[in-house]
């Protein structure tokens, strides 16, 4: 083997082992599960080990914003009604929230006191103008019924043992610091009035609109009344549910009287109706999980912390470590904030794990281009190692050797490496040093061997790919792409589009155009003028709405929009404009609070690009109201579907958004009134009856005997 090739591979392997510790060390970190506070319990006593899990104290503003608390960090967050996320305090490790109608915050604050060997616990009030002051200073016994939740009387409410290992009981204390046993002391988690009752594992508490007291008490959710009468919601466990044996965590009780409780456990929210059915009302996935939540009109937020898997902790530790959810009804949840963790907080999972798995082989294969253009060192390790491992001694070279040295290097280095690495960590991390290590070094190892081999051949095919390639291979897509639908109808109205049972033919075209189309765009050549940039502008066209008709919305947009760029706006831009802003708007709908804004306002300025070229184009005005609508600027939605009325007094579609817009603007008699003025005979009217029944923007109107009425009519 030549001197420069022994390099080149030594390097590779140098490169490659860099690497492989860097994905170790950052399992190991991550690899420390919740479950372990299970053993500190029993060695403390404590209710819970608070170092272990996540905080469940989440709670909403007079203003219509958020508090909620990172425990792990000793942060506590605030999130304004617009999204943005700041942090509020610092330096409190609190798992319990509350506020009051004044703006004020109350939590809990946890020290650890090492000369005791214990933890101390206080709370303290932030009142709206930043000041903290101490409600109980921390310390290493509460005294009997001192909390955070009161009544409008001024009693204080509290979960608490009586003696060291004593019985856990909910207390009383009056103003006057007169304390009573509400409830608990009883065997297990028994029901029952006041001693009777039972205890286990009490984490959150919350009053529930009936004046009773709800908590989640270890797999069960308990309702305490003043009078210390306790029940269980919902079964113990709750709903029955033992694989996993749920673990409950925050719980709210929404407007319709439903708890509302985070199972961590099972990686979601349950959901408990006033008669004990338990349901699932959201589930967290693989890398999240609801800890707290807190519910009001306008919806249910939730708060999701990582779970304990080692993966779901190494996206915490580079990426977001809490996100807050809001649920709807009907429509998808949606991402408010994501904050906490390492230097990539603002990215969603996928575009995480995308990006990491990026950036690997990116760092990898820069790595070893560095490393082959300096060759000092690497030819020094090369020689001084390469050869007692490697070669055969000088002078004694057999064919089987010469074979070793040449085809045999690189196995037996990535091996040696391997076995290396993997009693190094095992070492280091110890009983953490689990299976899921080694699987993630073996993937890694052969993400680095594809790299080597298909990276090359796939830079320098792009780099060959240029136009006059590009329209030898796409000379027959064309015509089978031209059957596909390409018209726009008259009125422009029928784009909700579901997937078109495209032949085989038609979506083996589609999937090379693509291909083809993607391969021209990084190869960076531009099309020529003339004939050859139209039949480009076709492919486009073409391949965007077909994209759009396969609801890969994704494609459409990018398509579309490269198309609508390259044109400077002027190829087909009575059909263009309109397709555009639909893929804008159903990919919108597919994402969460940000990009989402920026999909909604890329496809209003479709639309009134639209109208400005078309100032009669009905489906314009339409889709521009009802993407001002979904932008929250209800007086635009009012106009641009009064706009559309104009050209189409019958449409009922127009006079529903319009009615919606007009009602969320806080002018609930003029909507009932344009809700009338639909008649059977508009365009439209079937999907508006379907419409009205489960759609939420008319809740207000719910309880008027007029609206009830109009409803039983469309009925009839």
């Known amino acids: 083997m030549q001197p420069g090739a022994r390099t080149r591979r030594m390097l590779r392997i140098l490169a490659g082992a860099g690497l492989m510790a860097a994905e170790f060390l950052v399992a190991g970190c991550a690899a420390e599960p919740w479950p372990r506070a299970g053993r500190e319990e029993a060695a403390n006593g404590a209710d819970f080990a608070p170092e272990r899990q996540p905080g469940w104290g989440i709670t909403i503003d007079p203003a219509g914003g958020l508090h909620f608390a990172d425990a792990e960090a000793g942060v506590l967050w605030q999130v304004d009604a617009r999204g943005r996320a700041a942090v509020l305090l610092e330096g409190v490790h609190a798992h319990e929230l509350y506020g009051d109608s004044g703006g004020a915050l109350y939590g809990d604050d946890l020290v650890w006191d090492g000369g005791w060997r214990s933890w101390r616990r206080g709370f303290w009030r932030l009142d709206p103008a930043g000041r903290l002051t101490d409600v109980l200073p921390p310390a290493l016994e509460v005294p009997p019924g001192m909390g955070l939740l009161a009544d409008r009387r001024g009693n204080r409410y509290a979960f608490g043992r009586r003696g060291a290992g004593g019985a856990l009981v909910l207390f009383r204390r009056a103003p006057g610091g007169t304390v009573t046993s509400l409830a608990g002391g009883g065997p297990g988690q028994a029901d029952g009035h006041g001693a009777a009752a039972g205890f286990e594992r009490v984490r959150a508490v919350r009053w529930g609109p009936d004046g009773a007291l709800y908590a989640s008490d270890g797999a069960a959710v308990r309702r305490i009344t003043l009078n210390g009468d306790v029940s269980t919601l919902g079964g113990n466990p709750v709903g029955g549910l033992r694989e996993p044996w749920p673990l409950l965590l925050g719980l709210a009780i929404d407007p319709r009287g439903h708890v509302l409780v985070a199972d961590q456990a099972r990686a979601g929210l349950l959901e408990i109706t006033p008669g004990g059915a338990v349901s699932v009302r959201l589930e967290g996935g693989p890398f999240w999980s609801p800890a707290g939540v807190v519910a009001d009109r306008r919806g249910i937020y939730v708060l999701e912390a990582r779970p304990a898997r080692a993966s779901a902790r190494m996206l915490g530790w580079l990426g977001p470590r809490l996100r807050v959810r809001r649920l709807t009804a009907n429509r998808a949840p949606v991402t408010l904030a994501r904050v906490g963790g390492g230097p990539l907080a603002g990215l969603s999972d996928p575009t995480l794990i995308v990006a990491l798995a990026v950036a690997l082989v990116a760092a990898f294969g820069l790595t070893t281009l560095a490393a082959l253009a300096w060759r000092g060192v690497p030819l020094a390790l090369a020689r001084a190692f390469g050869r007692p491992l490697f070669a055969a001694p000088v002078g004694r070279r057999t064919a089987t050797a010469g074979w070793f040295s040449t085809h045999g290097f690189a196995v037996a280095s990535w091996s040696v490496l391997l076995l290396v690495l993997w009693a190094l960590l095992r070492e280091v991390f110890g009983p953490d040093f689990q299976a899921l290590h080694v699987e993630a070094l073996v993937v890694l190892f052969f993400l680095a061997a594809l790299f080597l081999q298909v990276g090359p051949s796939l830079v320098s095919r792009i780099r060959k790919f240029g136009p006059v390639e590009f329209f030898e291979r796409t000379s027959g897509l064309l015509a089978a792409l031209a059957e596909i639908e390409l018209a726009v109808s008259s009125e422009g109205l029928n784009f909700a589009p579901v997937p078109e049972n495209l032949p085989p033919s038609r979506l083996f075209a589609y999937s090379q155009a693509d291909r083809y189309l993607t391969l021209l765009e990084h190869s960076g050549e531009e099309v020529g003028s003339g004939n050859q940039r139209d039949r480009y502008f076709r492919l486009l066209m073409a391949v965007g ?100 009325l104009r050209i189409k007094p019958q449409f009922a579609n127009a006079k529903y958004n319009l009615a919606a817009a007009t009602l969320k603007a806080g002018r609930p008699a003029r909507s009932l009134r344009v809700l009338e003025s639909i008649r059977q005979t508009d365009q439209g009217f079937e999907q508006v009856r379907e419409a009205i029944k489960k759609d939420s923007d008319f809740d207000e109107l719910r309880a008027d005997a007029r609206f009830v009425q109009l409803c039983q009519n469309w009925q009839s």
């Open 545 to 644: 709405w077909t994209a759009l008709q396969l609801h890969d919305f994704q494609r459409s947009q990018h398509w579309l929009g490269r198309l609508h760029k390259l044109s400077e706006g002027k190829y087909e831009p009575g059909e263009l404009l309109l397709i555009l802003g639909q893929a804008y708007l159903q990919c919108a709908r597919q994402e969460e609070e940000g990009k989402r804004r920026e999909l909604l306002v890329k496809a209003a300025d479709c639309y009134r690009e639209k109208v400005r070229a078309n100032p009669d184009g009905l489906a314009a005005w339409f889709w521009l109201g009802y993407v001002a609508d979904e932008l929250e600027n209800y007086g635009s939605a009012v106009k641009y579907n009064r706009y559309a």
